[in-house]
């Protein structure tokens, strides 16, 4: 599972409390356990506060949608960025029957 990409329409605003938070809507990809790959159009939010930074992702498929499940770090699920391609050092998402898939990723 991986994203990269990055498209106009940025919305930065700094918090009272320090954080960075920036809105956008990114190219990203699903590539599932047999190697299919399924692009896929996401609004993300990303909050930066001090050291951690926290990306929240609602996604829609671009064509064919993969089979639902449930992906976390703790079963061997990976995410990249789709701001910087960093690998998240955690990452929670579902794809559902309806097609979406929404999650959190921490790095």
Same mark, same amino acid.
Not at 20 to 36: A, C, H, K, P
């Given at each position: ?9 940025? $919305?930065?605003?700094?918090? @009272? ?9 990114? $190219?990203?990809? &699903? =590539? ?6 399924? !692009? *896929?159009?996401?609004? /993300?939010? +990303?909050?930066?506060?001090?050291? /951690? ?8 498929? @671009? *064509?064919? =949608? !993969? *089979? !639902? ?11 990249? %960025?789709? &701001? @910087?391609?960093?690998?998240?050092? %955690? ?5 559902? +029957? ?6 959190? *990723?921490?790095?």
């Amino acid at each position: 599972m991986c994203a990269l990409g990055l498209s106009a329409g940025v $919305q930065t605003a700094s918090g @009272d409390n320090g954080a960075t938070v920036t809105r956008v809507t990114l $190219q990203s990809f &699903f =590539v599932d356990e047999n190697g299919i790959f399924y !692009p *896929a159009t996401c609004d /993300q939010t +990303q909050v930066i506060n001090g050291n /951690q930074r926290k990306e929240t992702f609602h996604c829609t498929f @671009d *064509a064919a =949608v !993969p *089979a !639902p499940l449930v992906c976390d770090t703790s079963i061997g699920c990976v995410w990249f %960025s789709d &701001f @910087d391609g960093a690998e998240a050092t %955690s990452t929670h998402f579902v794809i559902t +029957q309806s097609g979406l898939m929404i999650g959190w *990723a921490l790095y």
